[in-house]
């Protein structure tokens, strides 16, 4: 086989990893387990009870690799995936990227109307699902405008995609490509507008494993990682495939959707060593864990990323269960976190210390930096940011500038060199005058013990200025009132700016989130 390495060392470029010049990322993270002895190692643990060896993987990946290669697909084609956190998924990802074509995990939780926007978007050559999300694949299917050649359920119908990945060799050749090619695509969701298909090349896998895997958490080849956020998310993939298979260590998978007990469960069962969540399900699981004992023993670190994690949720969370949470900011563009919190550098309620092998900027309204201590909109560097947006140069102009990544977010940097989040762009408020992060105030309605979430949106006043407005779901036994209304007005102005204080209080079942969990403030604004 030809030369597919990576080494690291920071003495021989400045991001420390020196690529060869024939580079397929599937080697790097699959075959070479098997040169470095742990065939029989166990790489995968799925809740379901399933067990897989490096070896195994190593051959299904050969499998799955040669059933598209055997559909007639041309190299660079795009295989979608709808596949739940389970082996599969593995199998189908780096199946394809080591053929030479371009998997694009998609959010399993969307809707048919989405999948028929990307399978149209991205002209894609392959669909292949799992049975769980046939009610949505396959109206889509049937109502794009353009048939993918090539549509398989993993686990149902007359041929699965299972049994052609049986019926596939377990020999391929890494195909040719380079570590700079294309190869493979998240799609991004943003705010407003279409989701953009972005596109990762082969390095920035490696990149995200070593900096912050390794460099900055401190994956070791002993850890066992679970992630509750699913493998689709850029988050979950590095977490839950590629931080494990970069140092050789194991990852277990839960199929289902996470919720406080089952995580629970899972924690307590497999025994992880590093645990990442988002913030919204860390704030669930405290309240869960009112009337439930777990044994976190296991844990070294749990980590979060996705939103901002308020200091409050850090703070009962390191009181209720010993552990220290690691907030760290990533992208989907960037790939995975840039910015984090680590071992003996943790300050709650920032994003931490710049990852090594990124850069930051942050800039003004006329691009200039601003000093420490002031708000401004947060630009990034790094070797594992995305190449452009699918389809879309105007958008791949505005975001990927001179090398730079707009993030989107306004960040201040502190004296210390830690970031602190103040919002996105696009969900600043400006009362009266002056910029005002609904993040902060959100995070001061969370400490109020009646409180389970809050989200801050601008709303225009009688005089049409814009004022900050509370949207409130309330812990598991609340009731709304109006004194209610006033014990959170009290519990505000007790250490927030005057113009900062909520105008208007309302009471939600639920507040609009994106499957990863973000809150939607869109949605309450309209
Ligand atoms: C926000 C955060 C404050 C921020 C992601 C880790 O979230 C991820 O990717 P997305 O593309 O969203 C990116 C945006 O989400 N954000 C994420 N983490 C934080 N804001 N504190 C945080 N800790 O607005 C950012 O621009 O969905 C997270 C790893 C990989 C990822 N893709």
């Given at each position: ?44 643990r799925n809740t379901t009870g399933e067990e897989v060896t490096f070896g195994t993987l190593a051959t299904m990946v050969n499998k799955a690799g040669n059933a598209l290669v055997n559909l007639g697909l041309n190299k660079g084609d795009r295989v979608l995936m709808m596949i739940k956190d389970a082996p599969e998924f593995y199998y189908v990802f780096f199946g394809a990227i080591k053929a030479g074509f371009v998997p694009v995990a998609l959010n399993t939780l969307l809707r048919a109307k989405d999948y028929t926007f990307m399978i149209d978007d991205s002209a894609c050559g392959a669909v292949i699902y799992s049975s769980e999300f046939a009610e949505e694949v396959e109206p889509a299917l049937a109502n794009v405008k353009t048939k993918p050649a090539h549509a398989y359920c993993t686990d149902s119908g007359d041929t699965t995609f299972n049994s052609l990945i049986e019926a596939g060799s377990d020999q391929l050749p890494p195909a040719d490509a380079t570590a700079k090619d294309d190869c493979f695509w998240l799609y991004s969701s943003g705010s407003t507008g279409t989701p953009k298909g972005t596109v990762h ?326």
């Amino acid at each position: 086989m030809r030369d597919h390495s990576v080494s690291v060392d920071t003495s021989q470029s400045p991001t420390g990893l020196t690529f060869a010049p024939n580079f397929n990322v599937a080697v790097s993270f699959i075959d070479r387990h098997l040169d470095e002895g742990r065939a029989d190692k166990t790489v995968i643990r799925n809740t379901t009870g399933e067990e897989v060896t490096f070896g195994t993987l190593a051959t299904m990946v050969n499998k799955a690799g040669n059933a598209l290669v055997n559909l007639g697909l041309n190299k660079g084609d795009r295989v979608l995936m709808m596949i739940k956190d389970a082996p599969e998924f593995y199998y189908v990802f780096f199946g394809a990227i080591k053929a030479g074509f371009v998997p694009v995990a998609l959010n399993t939780l969307l809707r048919a109307k989405d999948y028929t926007f990307m399978i149209d978007d991205s002209a894609c050559g392959a669909v292949i699902y799992s049975s769980e999300f046939a009610e949505e694949v396959e109206p889509a299917l049937a109502n794009v405008k353009t048939k993918p050649a090539h549509a398989y359920c993993t686990d149902s119908g007359d041929t699965t995609f299972n049994s052609l990945i049986e019926a596939g060799s377990d020999q391929l050749p890494p195909a040719d490509a380079t570590a700079k090619d294309d190869c493979f695509w998240l799609y991004s969701s943003g705010s407003t507008g279409t989701p953009k298909g972005t596109v990762h090349s082969h390095q920035d896998m490696v990149v995200t494993s070593q900096h912050y895997g390794v460099d900055t958490l401190g994956v070791t080849e002993d850890d066992v990682c679970f992630s509750a956020a699913k493998l689709f998310f850029a988050y979950g993939l590095g977490n839950g495939m590629t931080f494990p298979l970069w140092v050789g260590a194991t990852a277990v998978l839960f199929p289902g959707r996470p919720m406080p007990d089952n995580t629970f469960d899972t924690i307590e069962k497999f025994k992880p060593t590093l645990y990442f969540g988002v913030p919204t399900l860390y704030a669930a699981q405290l309240q869960a864990l009112e009337s439930r004992t777990v044994d976190f023993s296991s844990v070294r670190w749990c980590v979060s990323a996705g939103e901002a994690l308020p200091a409050d949720v850090f703070n009962r969370w390191k009181i209720k269960t010993g552990l220290t949470i690691l907030d760290g900011i990533g992208s989907t563009e960037a790939l995975h976190i840039f910015i984090s919190n680590r071992d003996g550098k943790v300050k709650a309620g920032t994003s931490g210390l710049m990852v090594p092998g990124y850069e930051a900027k942050i800039i003004d309204e006329n691009d200039k930096e601003v000093p420490v201590g002031e708000s401004g909109r947060l630009f990034i560097k790094g070797g594992s940011t995305a190449k452009y947006y699918w389809n879309n140069p105007e958008k791949t102009a505005t975001t990927m500038v001179d090398g730079w990544l707009s993030t989107g977010d306004t960040y201040i940097l502190d004296e210390e060199g830690y970031f602190v989040y103040c919002g996105r762009d696009d969900d600043m408020l400006k009362v009266g005058g002056i910029w005002c992060s609904p993040f902060e105030i959100e995070a001061k309605l969370i400490e109020h013990p009646k409180v389970l979430e809050a989200a801050i949106v601008g709303r225009a006043d009688d005089q049409d200025l814009i004022k900050p407005e509370a949207f409130i779901v309330l812990n598991e036994g609340e009731e709304p009132s109006d004194e209610l209304k006033n014990e959170l007005l009290t519990h505000c102005k007790d250490g927030l700016a005057r113009y900062k204080y909520p105008r208007w209080f309302n009471f939600e079942q639920e507040l609009p989130k994106t499957a990863t969990g973000k809150i939607q403030r869109f949605k309450l604004r309209s």
